[in-house]
């Protein structure tokens, strides 16, 4: 029992099939990504969304969920005539867990009416975020300001970066896989051709793929202007960021990998040769041992720069940020390794099957055994990834991250189902599969036969009277319709005789079509697992989602004054004494803070300063400090404190008596 190799034409109508669906497939789930959703959310802003102040703010301040990178013109704010009135120049107030960023307003008087804060970054695992809300002054207006309808990471220039990523998580399955599979299952592989083409195809698809991102960053992140790819000012700056950084890594490593393959097709393939004849009675094993360690150069070197180009990807995505990144950057390396060696040699076995004479049944029990380990690392890697990113049952089903991990896994469970099938068929591959030896035989055989059959199309063209020896030397005239019926019959004979030694056997006919079933799924699986590093995580969307549903209107907040005193003692002189701090309406929004400060005997204590934060600890908020007018000998005030969320809050006084006298009081207040 041998197996050649059936013209693309064999393959027919079902692989066109399979490739138009899963082709229609994909383009819906990348459709989908585009506009990608960005990891880093806005989870609060000073003023809130729709916040109507009594009078204009100082400046304008953004909280987000992780950290991002912003610019100078990052955050804009427009007037209702959409000029700008901000100072463009960025400040980082971060503090702590607390990523913050915000701008001062102009100086002078602001009108009133309605004003719009446009803003745009880029989070910490490469993907772009930008939205934009109104705050208005003494009442809401009119405004002439237009935000553009396409979101960052959308558009052309976003399916396109999309494509680009899909095609680079690809081309490293087949590189990676195809190179696993020759050196782990089927070291004659290397010389085989069709399985040569598919790894450097995968290379090609690869290197492409990157250089693609490359220039697409720029506009990705920015203008979303599919020319601005060619601006070299904004391919610099891509180069100066942790993912520009990770793509010209990935391509330094390509060359790494080219030298790999290199070695792989050329000294390797013929140490596998050699290997073959010299397998006689008597003959030493030196070609043995040097081709043993040969393999395990390749293997080691080949790991290494998998491993190398796999981190490209855990350096700037999901990994590189959130929870315990040191542990996650690891775990996503091997979930990486564990995908390439199942899909990757998944297709390998597929083109082996339908574009080699003939595949070594040892080949496929030993991929089935290097498939069922990548499942297991798969699934261990798999749960930590998820528990990680989604956090919580209510996110796995409410959030659109957690729908699509629903959707991956009902896919990977579904290609593991089908290939629980093709371990059955290379059972029995293995139960009645013939031996190598038989099947060069056999090899052999056909090629005899072709030769015979050929000779005779030739012979058929002399005439019967005229003997060959008798033929003059110069060469005949062949009718050419003779010639091309000749030609059709003998492509139809080859045909025929693959098509018969393809069916005879019931196992390998099986295992094609199995192989050729988890190929089809593998691709949708990847395609659905481009999308989802595309899309907020869920703990981080339902955090956000939690975070800006509790920020309602203060007009509609509910909550009381909060009113408290409380002693303080700088340790000075006439350092003791109490603060008095009052809060109205005492409800998330605006609110207004008066402060009293007495001495011992309750008359007003003239201090040097006041000072005033507030710390929401449960949503790790905070210190916000609140910037304190003083009104008279003791009395402080401020008329527009914004308190982003209800909650319980600490409140922090500080109270300075002297130039070195100074102490802090706080107190935990329920504000609604």
């Known amino acids: 029992?041998?197996?050649?190799?059936?013209?693309?034409?064999?393959?027919?109508?079902?692989?066109?099939?399979?490739?138009?669906?899963?082709?229609?497939?994909?383009?819906?789930?990348?459709?989908?990504?585009?506009?990608?959703?960005?990891?880093?959310a806005l989870t609060g802003s000073n003023p809130k969304d729709g916040a109507v102040l009594a009078t204009a703010p100082r400046d304008v301040t953004l909280t987000f969920s992780e950290q991002v990178a912003m610019g100078n013109d990052s955050i804009r704010v427009l007037d209702p005539q959409s000029k700008r009135v901000d100072t463009a120049q960025l400040r980082d107030l971060s503090s702590g867990a607390v990523v913050q960023y915000g701008v001062s307003l102009q100086s002078g008087s602001l009108a009133k009416g309605t004003y719009t804060v446009a803003w745009q970054a880029v989070s910490a695992d490469s993907h772009p975020v930008a939205g934009a809300f109104t705050f208005s002054i003494g009442a809401p207006s009119q405004t002439a300001v237009t935000l553009p309808k396409q979101q960052a990471g959308g558009g052309l220039v976003g399916t396109l970066y999309?494509?680009?990523?899909?095609?680079?998580?690809?081309?490293?399955?087949?590189?990676?896989?195809?190179?696993?599979?020759?050196?782990?299952?089927?070291?004659?592989?290397?010389?085989?051709?069709?399985?040569?083409?598919?790894?450097?195809r995968g290379w090609v698809t690869l290197v492409a793929a990157t250089l693609a991102m490359l220039l697409l960053r720029n506009p990705y992140t920015g203008s979303g202007e599919l020319p601005d790819a060619l601006d070299l000012g904004g391919l610099k700056a891509v180069l100066e960021t942790k993912t520009g950084a990770a793509?010209?890594?990935?391509?330094?490593?390509?060359?790494?990998?080219?030298?790999?393959?290199?070695?792989?097709?050329?000294?390797y393939a013929r140490r596998g040769t050699e290997t073959d004849q010299t397998e006689q009675p008597g003959?030493?094993?030196?070609?043995?041992?040097?081709?043993?360690?040969?393999?395990?150069?390749?293997?080691?070197?080949?790991?290494?720069?998998?491993?190398?180009?796999?981190?490209?990807?855990?350096?700037?995505?999901?990994?590189?940020?959130?929870?315990?990144?040191?542990?996650?950057?690891?775990?996503?390396?091997?979930?990486?390794?564990?995908?390439?060696?199942?899909?990757?040699?998944?297709?390998?076995?597929?083109?082996?099957?339908?574009?080699?004479?003939?595949?070594?049944?040892?080949?496929?029990?030993?991929?089935?055994?290097?498939?069922?380990?990548?499942?297991?690392?798969?699934?261990?890697?798999?749960?930590?990834?998820s528990w990680r990113q989604v956090g919580s049952w209510s996110a796995l089903t409410g959030t659109s991250y957690g729908q699509l991990l629903l959707i991956k896994v009902g896919l990977v469970a579904v290609l593991v189902g089908v290939a629980a099938i093709s371990r059955r068929w290379t059972t029995r591959l293995a139960e009645s599969g013939t031996t190598e030896e038989e099947e060069r035989e056999e090899d052999k055989e056909h090629k005899e036969d072709e030769e015979k059959d050929e000779n005779k199309a030739g012979t058929e063209t002399r005439t019967e009277d005229e003997p060959e020896t008798k033929r003059e030397p110069e060469p005949e005239t062949v009718d050419p319709e003779r010639a091309a019926q000749l030609s059709r019959q003998q492509v139809a004979l080859a045909t025929a005789r693959r098509k018969r030694l393809r069916d005879a056997d019931p196992a390998r006919t099986g295992l094609r079509r199995s192989v050729l079933a988890e190929a089809g799924v593998a691709v949708v699986l990847l395609a659905v697992t481009t999308?989802?590093?595309?899309?907020?995580?869920?703990?981080?969307?339902?955090?956000?989602?939690?975070?800006?549903?509790?920020?309602?209107?203060?007009?509609?907040?509910?909550?009381?004054?909060?009113?408290?005193?409380?002693?303080?003692?700088?340790?000075?002189?006439?350092?003791?004494?109490?603060?008095?701090?009052?809060?109205?309406?005492?409800?998330?929004?605006?609110?207004?803070?008066?402060?009293?400060?007495?001495?011992?005997?309750?008359?007003?204590?003239?201090?040097?300063?006041?000072?005033?934060?507030?710390?929401?600890?449960?949503?790790?908020?905070?210190?916000l400090p609140a910037r304190l007018d003083r009104a008279a000998p003791g009395r402080w005030g401020a008329d527009n404190i914004q308190i982003p969320l209800p909650g319980e809050w600490q409140i922090l006084l500080t109270v300075r008596t002297s130039d070195i006298d100074q102490t802090s009081v706080e107190k935990n207040v329920k504000i609604g």
């Open 247 to 267: 793509l010209v890594s990935r391509l330094l490593l390509l060359g790494a990998a080219a030298l790999f393959l290199a070695v792989l097709f050329g000294a």
């Open 283 to 385: 003959r030493t094993d030196k070609t043995d041992k040097s081709g043993s360690d040969l393999a395990f150069g390749l293997g080691i070197g080949g790991t290494v720069v998998a491993a190398g180009i796999a981190g490209s990807w855990a350096l700037s995505e999901h990994a590189s940020t959130g929870l315990q990144p040191g542990i996650a950057m690891p775990v996503d390396v091997l979930h990486m390794l564990a995908v390439a060696a199942w899909l990757g040699g998944l297709v390998a076995v597929l083109v082996a099957l339908y574009r080699t004479r003939s595949l070594d049944r040892d080949a496929v029990l030993r991929f089935s055994r290097l498939a069922f380990l990548s499942v297991i690392v798969l699934t261990l890697t798999g749960l930590y990834q």
């Open 531 to 623: 999308v989802l590093t595309s899309t907020e995580p869920g703990r981080t969307a339902e955090s956000a989602a939690q975070a800006n549903g509790s920020q309602a209107p203060a007009e509609t907040a509910p909550g009381k004054p909060v009113d408290f005193t409380l002693d303080f003692d700088t340790g000075g002189e006439n350092g003791k004494g109490t603060v008095r701090m009052n809060a109205t309406p005492g409800r998330s929004g605006a609110n207004a803070l008066r402060i009293q400060v007495n001495g011992p005997d309750g008359s007003p204590l003239d201090v040097p300063e006041v000072k005033v934060s507030f710390t929401l600890k449960a949503q790790a908020i905070g210190p």
């Open 1 to 40: 029992m041998t197996a050649t190799a059936p013209r693309f034409g064999t393959l027919g109508t079902p692989l066109v099939r399979l490739l138009l669906v899963t082709a229609a497939l994909l383009g819906t789930l990348l459709a989908g990504a585009s506009p990608a959703s960005a990891h880093a």
């Open 162 to 200: 999309g494509i680009a990523r899909y095609a680079a998580y690809g081309g490293f399955v087949v590189l990676a896989g195809g190179a696993a599979f020759i050196l782990a299952c089927w070291r004659k592989g290397a010389g085989e051709r069709p399985l040569q083409r598919l790894i450097v």
